[in-house]
């Protein structure tokens, strides 16, 4: 129906949720292995099409904090030639406790195994849970500049009547922060967007960063 009435327009798929316990209190039930399968003919266009697909997919709760990986492992597995964009890198308001080292633990053997993952840093709740406590930064900062090409960023803003252009300049503000820590190289590729040149194939390329 979209291609139709909007050939050629759409070059992005998603957010999907596939498990976001946010929703729970209306009647959101987490998506099951047989679920993923039944994807096949969605990931197969999207694979065609050269299109990433965003998952929004917690890792768990504090309660049990990876009750729910093993779904992100096994939509990995399923279709590890697609494009697969981790939205928050599986964190949530329901897991404001893990400790990082086990975080990017996770992080690093997923993306080693999968080529094709790429994480996403939106939404504040990285900033706000992980990120600004005393030498977490700092961890993170080193993972993203192992991985430079491997994570994109956002604010995660939902426009709604209650916001304003001020309450997006704030999100901008705090979901940035990690920025100033990143290397010249994961600063260009993440901050600057390089990496969503690459995940759309736009030919252009983004400016290099000063370093004189």
């Not at 992005?12 to 096949?40: D, R, Y």
């Not at 094709?116 to 900062?141: I, M, Q």
Request: aromatic share 10%; hydrophobic share 35%.
């Amino acid at each position: 129906m979209y291609d139709k009435e909007f050939p050629g327009v759409f070059r992005w798929a998603g957010e999907v949720n596939l498990v976001k316990q946010a929703l729970f209190p209306n009647h959101h039930q987490p998506s099951t292995t047989g679920n993923i399968k039944n994807w096949a003919p969605m990931m197969k266009v999207l694979r065609d099409r050269g299109m990433p697909i965003t998952i929004h997919s917690d890792l768990g709760s504090d309660a049990d904090q990876v009750k729910y990986l093993h779904l992100m492992e096994e939509t990995l597995r399923l279709y590890p030639q697609n494009k697969i964009v981790w939205a928050h890198m599986g964190l949530s308001k329901e897991l404001t406790t893990m400790d990082p080292d086990r975080h990017i633990g996770i992080m690093k053997r997923l993306l080693d195994k999968y080529p094709n993952l790429t994480l996403d840093l939106s939404w504040r709740v990285l900033e706000d849970s992980y990120f600004s406590k005393p030498g977490v930064r700092e961890k993170y900062a080193a993972f993203f500049d192992r991985y430079p090409t491997r994570a994109i960023p956002g604010t995660d803003f939902v426009a709604s009547r209650d916001k304003d252009y001020h309450v997006y300049e704030q999100e901008l503000e705090v979901t940035s922060r990690i920025n100033k820590a990143l290397s010249d190289e994961a600063f260009r590729d993440i901050a600057l967007g390089a990496n969503y040149y690459g995940l759309l194939g736009v030919k252009e390329t983004v400016p290099k960063v000063c370093t004189g």
